[in-house]
Structures are given as structure tokens and as C-alpha cells.
């Protein structure tokens, strides 16, 4: 009884010790964002997660005629994903879906609700490439930087055929190598 005990308490512990590194992972933090990179034969699909003031300058609701003009532009900008991530031409990848979820832009499956966690508020994207040869990209050209200025670093995880790997990039890098 004592053993099963004990093992209970270490798998507790350990779960508690992996959600914790886990919220930490995720925290908020200004001019910092995360992206995740998936390539595969046919897709490459990426996850960007930021707070909105790398985006915006502010983090809640637009409130004013000139918060609303910025969000339209962010928009914009977004929605351009060529222009965001250009693939090694080997890939043969062309945008085919972007999908932008942000509770306090009323954008996605955001509800009124869940509008500003803590203050914070957040924007989460999927990008999605068709991709002829997918797993030949050897590169990857991030325009994060040019297009959202408030932003100083990305935070990686890349995944492909070939492997995996962590990166960060740091303002004007803006390559990421995919084949190793």
C-alpha cells in the first residue's frame, strides 16, 4: 500500500512539474512570439502565437477610430501569408488557408466572454501551405519582423521529414534552415 502510494505521489509531482513547464513555455511576453513549423510531403503548416501588442501596440478591444485602422492593417498583413513566410521554391508550396483566432478582435471561435485573459490579449494563426514536394523546402524566410516592428524575437519549433529542431530568431535574422 505504501509503495502504490509513493508511486502515485511521483506521478502526481511529475505531472505537476511538466503543466507547470508547460504554462511557462506559453508565457505572454512583449515583443516575443512562438512559432511552430510543421513540413510534410504535400503541406507545410505553421502556428504563430503572440501577444497583440507585437501586432497592435495594445492588447484589448479597439476603442478608437485609429485602434480599429491598425487592426484592419494587422489584417491585412496577416492574411498575406506569402508575404509573411516564403517557402524554399523546391517545395513547390503555395498559401492555401489562414485561420486567425484572437478573443478581443471577435475573431474565430473568440467569445465576448473571453475577451482579455489577465489583461493579455492574444492571437493565435494557422497558416497552411499546398505544397508539391513539401519535404524538399530547405529554407524558410520569416517576414514577421518587417511586418510587425513591436517584434524582437520568435521562438521556434520545426518539425519535418529530416528531424526537428529549436531556434530562436532575433531582429533582422529572419532565415530558417529546414534540411540538416
Known amino acids: 500500500m505504501f509503495a502504490h ?15 507547470v513547464a508547460a504554462q511557462a513555455a506559453g508565457a505572454h511576453e512583449h515583443g516575443v512570439a512562438r512559432l511552430d513549423v510543421a513540413v510534410d510531403a504535400a503541406r507545410v503548416s505553421i502556428l504563430l502565437e503572440s501577444p497583440l501588442d507585437n501586432l497592435l501596440g495594445f492588447e484589448h478591444a479597439p476603442r478608437t477610430d485609429a485602434e480599429r485602422e491598425k487592426v484592419a492593417a494587422a489584417l491585412v498583413r496577416l492574411r498575406a501569408s506569402q508575404a509573411l513566410f516564403r517557402i524554399d521554391s523546391a517545395a513547390g508550396c503555395v498559401p492555401a488557408r489562414v485561420d486567425l483566432q484572437s478573443a478581443p478582435l471577435g475573431l474565430g471561435r473568440a467569445t465576448a466572454g473571453a475577451q482579455v485573459k489577465d489583461g493579455h490579449g492574444e492571437l493565435e494563426a494557422t497558416f497552411d501551405f499546398n505544397c508539391s514536394q513539401g519535404a524538399r523546402a530547405g529554407f524558410l524566410e ?3 519582423f518587417e511586418a ?15 528531424g526537428q529542431l529549436k531556434a530562436t530568431l532575433r531582429r533582422p535574422a529572419s532565415r530558417v534552415v529546414l534540411v540538416r
Do not use: D
Not at 9 to 17: D, K, V
Open 5 to 19: 502510494r509513493c508511486l502515485v505521489t511521483l506521478i502526481a509531482a511529475a505531472g505537476l512539474t511538466a503543466a
Open 142 to 144: 520569416i517576414g514577421l
Open 148 to 162: 510587425f516592428p513591436a517584434l524582437q524575437r520568435i521562438e521556434l519549433q520545426v518539425a519535418t521529414p529530416k
